[in-house]
Every structure is written in C-alpha cells, then in structure tokens.
C-alpha cells in the first residue's frame, strides 16, 4: 500500500525550484523521515502534498490524484503539526483541538455530539484532560506541541505531516513527542512524515529517510544506509562521525575537525561504540 | 478499616477516568441576556430623553397599545405620540441599527484580517463613501426635483465601489497569499479616492460645510424613511456575517493551517467582507462617518466576555446598538437644542470608557 506516491513533483517560486522533479513512494503506516539541509525543499514539499502551494508533476494520496481532491477531501486525507503553528492566546485548549474537526463540518455548521466524543477520546488518549480549558498563552512549549498534535489527530486523517516538530523543544520534551508519535504510527497504523533536523533522532524514529538536497530526492532507505559520513559531508557540508549504538541505531556527532587539534568525537573506548564507527567506517 | 480509603481511591479513579467533556465555546444566555438588557436600557434611556418631556408612564401603555390585540387606552396626547412615532423611535432604531452594524463589522474585519486594528473602514469604505458623498453634494440633483434623496445612494455606491477595487487591486498583487497586500491595496486606494474627494470639495467651497458634517457623522431622521432603507441591507449582513462567526475562529490559526484544515480561506474572506460591507455601505450611507465604534465594541466585549467569534459578533451587535444610541442621547442632549456630531460623542466617551475597561481587565491583556 502506497500512502503518498509522488511522481516528478515540481515546486517553482518564479524562476527558482524548491522542489525539482521529485519522485518518491511513502508507504502507508510507515514513518517517513524527510531531511536534507536549509533550504533543501522539505517545507516546500510538505506544503505541496497539503495542496498549499501549487505544483507540477503528479502527487496521488491513497491512489486517488491529488487534482480530483477537494480543499475539504484533502484536509480528511491530510494533517499538519506545523513548524511553528499560529495559536490565538486567549483561545481554550478544548476550542483548538475542536477545530481539528472543521473537514466534517459543513460550511456554516456548528460541532455534532460525534465531533465533541472524538475530541474527548484523543484530549484523553494523549493526557490533556486537566487543562482542556486552559487559554493556549498559559501553555510551555511541550504542552503546546501535544495539543497542536491533538489539533491534528483530531482530523482523523491517515496521514500525519510533521515540519521540525521537535526544533523548539528539549531533549526530554522531543523524545516525549515522538515516542507518542510513533505510538500513533504502530498502533493506530498512521502514516508519518516528519521533517527533522536533527539526524539522531531521525535515524532512530524513522523507518525511511528521505534525503533532499537541492530540491532533489538524492537517498532513501533505512536510516542505516542513508545516515553515512560520505552523504551527510557531501549534502550537508557538514563534518561527522556516524557511530552505531548497541541497538543498531545510528548515532550521528558533529566534530570540530580544526580545533585542538584532534577530531575526537569524545566518546571513549570503554562505550565500545568508536570502535564500532571505526570499523564500521573502514568496512 | 480498610473499606474506607478503598472506598476513596476508587472513587477518585472514576473521576479521573471520566473523559472530560471538551465543549466548544459558545455566547452563554447569560451575557446574551446582559447584551439585550443594555440596549432595551439605553433605548428607554433614549426616550425619555429630548426636548419634548414624554411621561413614561404614557410612553409605556402606548407602545404596549401599539402591540397587535392589546389596548390599553392611549397615554399620550396626540401631538406626544407623533413625537414618539415619527422623531424619537426612528431616530433610535436608526442608531441601534448603524451602531450594531458597525461594530460588528468591525468584529468581522479584525477576523478576516487577523489584525486588531481592522476596522470596517478599513478597505475603503470610508473614502469611497466620502467621495460618493462629496459628489452628490456638489454636483447632485437637487433633492426637489429627485424623488429619493441621491446623498445616501451615492455614499453607499462609493463605499461599495472602494472595497471593490481594493480587493480587485489586492488581489491582481497576490492578496490571496498575503493578506497584508489586501490591507496596502486598501491603503492605496483610499488615499487616491480621497484625494479625488478633496479635490471636488476645493473646487466646490461653498459645499465644505455641509461635506464636514456630513463626514463627522450625524444620525437625522425624516420618520422611517432611512430606517426601511437600510434595513434590508443590515438584516443581509448581520445575518451573512452571524453565520460565519465558527469560520471566523478558524481563520484565527492563519490562512494555511486553516487551509489543511479544509477551508477555501480566499472564498470566506471575500464572503464576509462582501456581507460585513454591504452593512456598514448602508449604515454609512444614512449617518456619515461615525469612527471608532467598529473598533471600541468588539474589543470591549473580548476583553469582558471571551474572544470567541461565536461571542464576539452576537455581543457586538447588541452593546453596539446600545453604545450609539446612548451616544446620540448624548448628541442631542449635551448643548441642546443645538447638536453635536455623533462621531465626537463616539470617540470623546467611548475612549475612556475603554481605557477604564482595559484597565480592570489588565491581568488578560499580556
């Protein structure tokens, strides 16, 4: 099953493709992980996919074409956790997340009791219940990604886009929010594709990556075969050691080649895990 | 021993496992019922006041009378009740109706343009009405010779016409991407739509006074006539407007998260904005430029009851209609028998009333 297949996608700002006749298959139920440097294109193409931007080539969303898909059937089909989501302060949590479920509610409709029970059902699945009538202000940033992603979840679409949903949280905050959507991506067999920039927790929460450089797909696979120091050097300009944890994880570190005269990544032999990189970078 | 803290803790597990109930906001009855209570107040406020003293008494048992199948003799003499009939009522419906319909406008331009300085003016109401104005008194047909008064028809026809090519212009410049290229076309066309204004009133001196009133806002009634005129249009608009009050609190998450959310955000914008001009095209038409009650109300209203739009529009409305009418009391009470313009009355009591309401409610405002 194909959840988004997509065939040479062009995004063109005038003169300038964001994203250049991409073509790419996401499986349904899988996590997709979407990276690649600054200005690669992964908005770009997020937002194509949500129909915000206009595109040439073919996006299909569960085999039906992205062009026989209303504004309405999309939204059904399609949600975003955005990179950074406009929250109107003074607005309750509750009143947010129920506007997740503006796709089934005709044009000058008001919520049905089902609207209110599927928002119930999620405010409880992901912990919200004690501040459902909070104002959005009052919220930490951890808090207010999990009622964004509740916002999402709320439109029952079986396809869940992230953009850098972790970028403004702690280390704790972020692992909090993926475990819970990679909950989702199991359990209730969500197709994920999360745009992230951190390569580590990429590599660990994804089954696929895709690597975009340039507007470009240039890698995708299983984290192991596009996380290398080689790919990352050459799209990311970036100077790495690409280490395996005992899981068989890729743990991705940035080194400081120039400085003090060494490009020791500081883990220690005791880890065993730079022996590991050594050889696993010699073989 | 043991049954009662087990009785407890269960408990307290049944309470946390019940779901909590997320309900949407809404306008509760009891500041529906407090918006209603302020404009029947400040209406019987508006008629007991005026040169001609009306016993109230009488006032009541008349219009009580005037109810179908209910007689309860007359209370007034005749000449008290043409008073009634044909000066005061009019003249404070036709201020509810202006005033509830420029506030909410007002409320409908700050959601459409996520902006809280929106005000129904915005998009070149003001100037194209002050154009059509200006021209209907300078060059317009003597109101003896046409059977409708061509002064109201030109404001309304300007004011349309001003929005109109503001959103044509905004969105030939990609105001469907932007909505602050809507807010600079309207910008644009204002200054040149004024700048024909002042150029025809230059040119026309003798007509600068009347044009200066007129601009200045001023609520003068000849019976029901400008009460059936604007009617129609007002009850469209509110209606229009009304239905959108949950699309509105969508577009509060922005343009493209209101988009994955499914809504054709361009097509409700020009909805609302068609309705919410259509109203204050008609209000303007009738009565001028009366500033600052499209921003005053709604803001008052967010900051005392909630920021819904399902509240925010309803309420507006009401304390709306109430606030001008209470203003035109003011108006013709303060140096009577002569009258001040409404527009001074708006904003000289209208800013401290929301300065004194901004500060009680400093705590919501971060």
Redesign the interface.
Known sequence: MIAISLSNVTVSFGDFDAVDDLTAEIPAGQWVGLIGPNGAGKTSLL?AV???LPHSGRISLDGTDHAALT??D???Q???V?QT????????????????R??Y?S?????TVHD?EV???I??RLDL??F?RRPL?TLSGGELQRVVLARALA?QAPVLLLDEPTSALDVGHQQQVLELVDELCRHDGLTVVAAMHDLTLAGQFADRLLLMSNGRSVAMGPPADVLTEHTISEHYGASVRVLRDECGGVVVVPTRAHTRGSADTGLTDDTGLADEASADARG | MSEQPTRVTVEAIVRADA???????RLRRRWLAAGVASLASAMVVAIAFGPAGLPVGGVISELVSALPGIEVGDGLSDRQAGILWQIRLPRIVLGALVGGMLAMSGAAYQGVFRNPLADPYLLGVAAGAGLGATLAIAYGPNSTTWAVDALPLFAFAGAFIGVALAWAVGHTAGASRNVATLILAGVAVAAFLTAIQTFVQQRESDTLRTVYGWILGRLSTSGWHEVLLILPYVTISAVVVL??R??L??L???D?????????TTRVRLVVVAAATLGTAAAVAVSGLIGFVGIIVPHAV?LVA???YRIVLPLSLLLGAAFLVLADVAARSIASPAELPIGVITAFFGAPFFAVVLRTNRR?V?
């Open positions: 937002r949500l129909g915000l504004r309405r999309l939204s059904r399609v949600a975003l955005p989501p406009v929250c109107p302060p003074e607005m309750a949590v509750a009143d947010y997340v129920l506007l997740g503006t796709p509610i044009y000058l409709g008001t919520e209110i928002v119930a059902a405010i409880d219940g004690h459902v202000r439109q | 779901p909590a109930r997320p309900a949407p906001a239905l959108h949950r699309l609190d969508v509060s998450v922005g493209d998260e209101a988009g994955t959310l499914g809504i054709r967010r909630g920021t819904s919501l971060q």
